[in-house]
């Protein structure tokens, strides 16, 4: 009866898959994926791609043209150090698409420490550049339950704060058109009406 009970598990069990070693060595860095139509000049959706970088704790993103263009697979844009991105749950950079359906680079850490955060970075397509659209910035402090939100369209320029004891404050900038490839980087682009 074991023998038996032994021979079903085995044939249930999935083939162990073959992978090449370049496949192995790349998919362990895949941290996020979304397909979504981003560029108006390809055909099709574009994949992108947001994987562990080359720097630590950073994360590169990297999209590329997708099926049926005959360019599939091409790279559009690489953007090294584009966010933040932990060892843990609650600290790993994703990718999401937003209602109006623009790719978000979202980043943070709930998963320890005295203040959470996240930031999330919308991207948009203008003048044939993949843009930084806008730039959301929110943290609470889990002891004495102070918090922020900080939202910026960088399109238009309007800053809006809102802080967790009900004060809200509006700025209007002059609106910036920041390459998506540039915004990536050590540099720290946070508006300083952001900042606590």
């Given at each position: ?131 930084v659209a806008g730039f959301t910035q ?49 540099e720290d682009r946070t508006p300083d009406?952001?900042?606590?």
């Open positions: 009866m074991r023998a038996a009970l032994a021979l079903l598990l085995m044939m249930a069990a999935p083939a162990a898959a073959e992978l090449t070693a370049d496949e192995a060595a790349v998919l362990p860095r895949i941290l996020s994926v979304q397909v979504l139509d981003m560029v108006a000049v390809t055909i099709g959706e574009e994949r992108a791609i947001l994987m562990a970088g080359s720097e630590p704790d950073m994360a590169d993103l990297v999209i590329v043209t997708g099926a049926p263009d005959e360019r599939a697979g091409e790279p559009l844009l690489v953007a090294r150090g584009i966010a933040w991105t932990g060892p843990m749950a609650g600290q790993v950079a994703t990718l999401e698409v937003s209602p109006a359906g623009g790719l978000q680079i979202v980043s943070g850490n709930s998963a320890i420490g005295r203040s959470a955060w996240m930031r999330r970075l919308t991207v948009a397509e203008r003048d044939g550049a993949l843009v929110e943290g609470y402090d889990r002891i004495d339950g102070s918090s922020l939100r900080c939202d910026w369209n960088l399109l238009s320029g309007r800053i809006i704060v809102e802080r967790g004891d009900g004060t809200r404050r509006e700025e209007i900038r002059a609106p910036s058109r920041i390459a998506l490839s540039k915004w990536a980087g050590p009406v952001c900042r606590d």
